[in-house]
């Protein structure tokens, strides 16, 4: 089994800018982490089976089109469902400093808003998630 991070990057809900999440896939990677991509479009559902099957430490979501609240939440309440609470959840987007508040009362460990450079992502996960 890999000791290396395995980072589930997703885009929940009908958001079709992905520019951005696969900058930061492909930053994660660069960074020597294992990085599955899920492509644009996806469940909360869907997102949780990937983490799942992929045996993830970590998802990082990627909303842009405003429905951060509803799609973190149910990612997270998802994961409790089935008992992976453990995996850490990060997010970038454009997302209101109020909003950051509530996200983090669900379970989000941290929010990346535009500027945010990707050695700052790489560095955050490396010094937050651990692999079992």
């Known amino acids: 089994m890999s000791s290396r991070i395995r980072v589930v990057v997703a885009k929940p809900g009908l958001d079709g800018h992905d520019r951005g999440a696969k900058v930061v896939a492909r930053a994660l990677r660069d960074a020597g982490m294992e990085v599955i991509y899920t492509g644009l479009h996806q469940t909360p559902e869907q997102i949780v089976e990937t983490v799942l099957q992929e045996d993830a430490d970590c998802v990082g979501l990627s909303v842009l089109s405003g429905a951060h609240m509803t799609q973190f939440a149910r990612v997270a309440e998802l994961l409790k469902e089935r008992d992976a609470s453990d995996v850490v959840i990060f997010g970038g ?24 450079t990707t050695e700052s992502i790489a560095a955050w996960v490396k010094e937050n998630v651990t692999r079992d």
């Open 93 to 116: 987007g454009i997302i209101p400093e109020d909003d950051k508040v509530e996200l983090a009362k669900i379970g989000v460990a941290k929010v990346f808003t535009p500027g945010a």
